[in-house]
């Protein structure tokens, strides 16, 4: 239901009015305004601090009318009573005079409108707005209830999820041990003895269980990220480069790759999570490389208030339609046979970045060479860079 047609319903549906007034002549010139725009409503008086309290409990509002000033109190003093109810119901100053300052006081006191006696012919309008604004706040409320709900819905099934991954992957390790060692046993027993289809046969075996259980591995590091909250240490980028490129040194000199990294920041991350993340976007430009050496940098530069690094490197590249399914886990561009992995370090990558409230994407084209560009907050200053 729009807006408009609640408005609309307003003048059919059955409104209680709650009106704080002690001269019964302006109740009926109130209530005369009300019927002539064609409100359904039913109406009590009350004129004391007590008396407001007393309906408000018995018979809640959906609208109160109140004088500015009474014998007793002021209608202003209705507001701190309604919030202690704990009711969001308008209230709208039907008054005499009233100054401009007052009247604007009172509506950042939280009153929603005010109308003077002497121009009543503006009620209706005041309260159809006032009505339609309510309707609005309960459905925005309404659609934050559900969104929170739904969030946390969310976030308890991605956690059984991943619970589920890791105790599914924990618990497979052992018997696929025990079918990839007997297996391994098998061949190195029987190579020769049988004949050739037999030892082809044990070969796919052992290498479909030694397959298997890098799968599991890769699986069991996947359901690992992002797992612990967020730590608040710092880390220290080029110094950990250090260290990435050091458990990279056998695919560095093989390929004749040089890393270079300009100065890094230090950034409030966990060291080991920062460590994997840019040990698998090198490596893997390590990976996807071309016949000649790779040439690949690192860079980092502050934008909105986050640490933007890009990892750019000269290799394959990346076709457009494939820049977003490469972060799905298990998603592989390649055969085996091309390129060895199980197509989960780039999901590893996505969940970690936004395990810290960043984002990732890659910037390809075939043949020219790729730039992973993913943000974290920013926290702390740059030091010094170097190469490799």
């Known amino acids: 239901m729009s807006a408009g047609s609640k408005e609309v319903e307003t003048a059919d549906a059955k409104l209680h009015v709650l009106q704080v007034e002690d001269n019964p002549l302006d109740v009926e010139l109130v209530q005369r305004e009300l019927r002539r725009a064609g409100f359904n409503f039913t109406s009590a008086v009350v004129q004391t601090k007590e008396d407001f309290t007393r309906e408000v409990r018995e018979h809640c509002p959906q609208l109160v009318l109140a004088d500015y000033n009474l014998p007793q109190w002021r209608g202003m003093e209705a ?13 709208i100053l039907v008054t005499g ?21 002497g121009a009543l012919a503006r009620l209706p309008v005041s309260i159809h707005r006032a009505l339609r604004e309510k309707y609005l706040r309960e459905q925005r409320k309404q659609a934050e209830r559900e969104l929170a709900q739904m969030v946390e819905e969310l976030a308890r099934s991605n956690e059984e999820l991943e619970r589920f991954a890791y105790v599914a992957s924990h618990d497979l390790q052992e018997p696929l041990r025990m079918v990839a060692s007997y297996t391994q046993l098998l061949g190195e027993r029987y190579r020769g003895k049988l004949d050739e289809n037999a030892d082809k046969y044990i070969g796919y075996a052992v290498e479909g ?21 967020p730590t608040g240490g710092d ?14 040194t056998a695919s560095i000199q093989e390929s004749g790759a040089v890393v270079t990294y300009d100065a890094l920041p230090v950034v409030s ?10 040990q698998n976007l090198i490596g893997n430009a390590i990976k996807f490389r071309t016949q000649k050496p790779p040439a690949i940098s690192v860079k980092a530069e502050e934008v909105n208030g986050f640490w933007q690094f890009g990892v750019s490197d000269d290799g394959i590249g990346i076709a457009p339609e494939h820049v977003d399914a490469i972060f799905s886990v298990f998603h592989r561009l390649h055969t085996r046979a091309e390129y060895s992995g199980n197509g989960i370090g780039l999901a590893i990558c996505k969940k970690i970045v936004e395990h810290y409230g960043g984002k990732i994407w890659v910037e390809s084209s ?18 010094k860079g170097a190469s490799a």
């Open 269 to 278: 991350t966990d060291r080991l999570q920062m460590s994997q993340l840019l």
């Open 97 to 117: 005079a009233l100054g401009e300052v007052t009247a604007v006081e009172c509506l950042k006191q939280g009153a929603t409108d005010y109308v003077l006696k």
């Open 366 to 383: 075939p043949g020219q060479g790729s730039t992973f560009k993913f943000t974290l907050p920013a926290r702390a200053t740059q030091t």
């Open 209 to 229: 269980a030694q397959r298997m259980q890098t799968l599991i591995q890769d699986l069991l590091a996947f359901s690992r990220a992002g797992r612990n909250k």
């Open 235 to 248: 880390t220290d980028c080029n110094l950990l480069m250090k260290d990435v490129l050091l458990n990279l």
């Open 79 to 91: 507001l701190p009573i309604l919030e202690e109810e704990g009711i969001d119901v308008p209230l």
